[in-house]
């Protein structure tokens, strides 16, 4: 590997992943629920719908540093498991310019990269004073997942898991 980023990059390379894929996730409307999506699931996603554009209009790549070559045009699979164990799904795309694209309720089968969470975990973050803090602690505490899909994809984002671990 020839540049590794440093451990506070590392965390606001996870910390702007999960950030962009919390807010995707809610950003759909109840009208396009998925009949598949628990009620909680369709509420959550329906009740977070200006997000998204508000995150379009204000991405700075620069403020992610190497991290914004690492999330370019991937395409995200994000799964909320409820206490009951009934799950909630959103995929999207990122763009070359990190906003959020093709956001959908459910997952997709050409996804790069899958995060997972727990409906807890999504609360205590979004209802929190310091949802950055929250999530840093989240992510920390191994509440938050962000896996790889494809041989590339998991080698690279095993290693960012590694690297995150240790900071």
Known sequence: MKCLPSSSQSVRLLIATFVVVSVASFGVAPA?????????????????????????????ASDLGIAADQLKNERVNLIVTDADGTQGTASFRMNAQLQIQELEQGTRDDATLKMTTDRATIDRILESNTPTTAFQNALMDGDIRIDGIGVVNSLKWAVINVLASLF
């Open 32 to 60: 396009l629920a998925q009949s598949d999506q628990p009620a909680w699931a369709d509420e959550m996603f329906g009740s977070f719908g200006g997000f998204v554009s508000t995150y379009n209009e204000n991405v700075d």
